[in-house]
């Protein structure tokens, strides 16, 4: 090969791994000390709504989770984050708060990184579109039943709302089936590490909310 | 037609034809998922209830198709127009070159099929479905061993500033497609994954789309006006420029996020930075044009190709500043950047897709245009829709930025954004009224009997 032909070969790569460096490989490092948590340590803490969910839809939870502990927590977020991601939620809802726009205000503390360093976020679901409110904070803003009934038909609930309505995560008689179940104890979940305003995470310094 | 030593013709026109085919098929497939999930803002969505033509799974058919179906088809046969001219060698197989044709729509049909099923992945602008990540990775790969073996074998003394751009999106895409699809994925989680899949989206449009777009219009023009480019220093500028500040600005789509704050201020220099940079390039075609600007009337191609190019300045103006935190606090979640995403790829590369077709579909169906007139109205009905869905959804941007800035109840902003959807709609409506004149068009042209004579490869406006 001619060396002309090379030199651009070769900007491509170095150029590509500059900016992979700066933009890519730094925050990376900047994130290594924080450790990278399992989906089961995540679930180990289980929100009252979880066991609330289990009370409400006592039939249907029992046939898709069993009893609720950290174990069927774990796989019921797990589920319910695969049915966000297939259903591309992620398009429409964001899942940070940033430091700007009263967001503190609208939606709780800003989001901190610690917060996501979990397989939880693997992929991350931050979104860039809100036609609807972000979901960081929302486990135990809504009843379970607002949930379920919002999947169900969202005007329901929200009269202005231009969400889809999910009735397949529904069985014949409008029951909700594991997949509407699964969806709610992620909602539930995401944010659950916020006690009185403040994000907590365990093994590490508590970051303060700004609100 | 120009012989080589093995007889084969220089440019494979059939190979360029069927991409030309593959390219609009998935450009209406692109459009019309688009304007049902339009539908689903003025709450009469057409599918709903069906579980697999869902909102949220149409719109990523209608990104990834806009992207890989219709961009990469079309710019595909714009290369294997192009490298063999430049380089007086064809591309290195035409058997190959029909593979990768082939494997590359099965990929789209794949994409298409598992993002209705309901396996997309979640990483913006490669939400093809896991499985189909390697096919493509392994698909870029045999295409670019196939035409790059031309720019490597020829014997041309030095390479023409498009084959520069060529050379270098050869390196990046390969590399960006499996950073940002694989990485996020499986390796790096949370806001450092969050800087890597933002890197994707916008190496995606930076390193892919952006310089084989420049490259061909690096071909294009100078062929269609006869001249050669105004100023080969500013073509140095403009390409060493995009090559250095391009890589390093993903973290602007997450300005604000928990991201590190050093990634973020670097994203916004390097972004800003490189606004200027694009700045030589257009001043490098406005001055080829200059002098034959009656060319802009009297040649359609080159009125695609000139009005992206101010489209593209409009959205790189846009860009300094909307890429500044303090246009982010308002603007960003908004469908501001939705009015930019679709300036960007449509309004600039769909727009010189389109300058492509006028100029090379005759060629590859060796068929003179039938109805001249209809590629006028294509042009109108399309720039106008575009123009107006650009306006609307900035104007709606604004106005929902400040509505939740303001703390107002959620539904305000939905409900203030009502007239806004509706009138985005009436614009797809009106881009796809555009389409279907173009459809034809290339219908009746390649059906009509063949004069037996080579057709002018300029074809005239009727008006």
Redesign the interface.
Known sequence: ??R??VT??????V??L???F???L???L??RKVP?RTVQEVAASVPAEFYQLAEDYPVEFQKSFGTPDPTSFAKAIQQGRDIY????????H?Q?V??????N??FGPV???N???????????????????DLIRESGKRSNDWQVAHLYDPRSV?????M?????FFDKDKRPTDRALAVVAYLQWLGSWVKDGVVTEPGLPAAGGQG | MIATVDRRPLVNLTLVRWHLIASSIFLAISLLGGLAYAF??N?M?PF??I?WL????V??VHTNMAAYGFIANAFIAGMLFAIPRLTKRPILSDQLGMLIFVAWQLCMVLTIGGQLL???????WG?TPIFVDPLIVVGLVLLVVNIAAP??TTAEN??YVT??YF??????TG??YF?GNY?????????????????Y?H?LVG?FVTPIGWGLMYFFVPLLLRKPIWSHALSLIGFWGL??F??????H??L?????M??QY??VVATIAIEIVVLTVLVNFFGTLHGRSEAVRGNLAIRWFYTGMIMYGITCFQCAFQVTLTF???I???DW??GHAHMVMFGVFGFWIFGFFVELWPRAVGRAWVHPRLLTMHYWFTVIGLILMIIDLTAAGLVQ?YS????SH??KS??DSMPF?WVRSVAGLMIIAGQVFFFYALWATARRPAEGTVPAPIPAEAA
């Not at chain 2, 869902?54 to 799974?57: D, L, N, T, V």
């Open positions: 090969m001619e002309f032909g651009f070969l070769v900007t491509g790569v150029t590509f500059l900016g992979f700066l933009q890519g730094m925050p990376v900047t994130m990278i991601i297939s259903e591309a939620c992620w398009h429409c964001s940070f940033r430091p700007v726009a009263n967001e205000l609208r989001s901190q990184p917060e996501y360093q979990n397989e939880m976020m693997l992929p991350h679901l931050f979104g860039t579109r809100r036609v609807g409110p929200a009269p202005y709302s231009v889809p309505s999910y009735t397949w | 689903q803002f709450n969505y709903a209830g579980e869902s909102p949220g799974r719109r990523m309901g396996y997309g992945q979640a990483i913006e939400e720019i490597v030095g390479l084959l520069w050379l270098a999106a050869f390196a990046w590399l960006v950073m990485l996020p994925q499986f390796w790096v989680p949370g806001t450092a994954g969050a800087a890597i899949t933002g890197l989206i190496d390193l090559a250095f391009y890589p390093m600005q993903g973290v789509h997450f604000f996020s928990p991201i590190p050093y990634a670097g994203a982010q606090k308002v960003h979640f908004s950047v939705v930025g939740w800035g303001a703390l959620w539904s939905v409900m959807w």
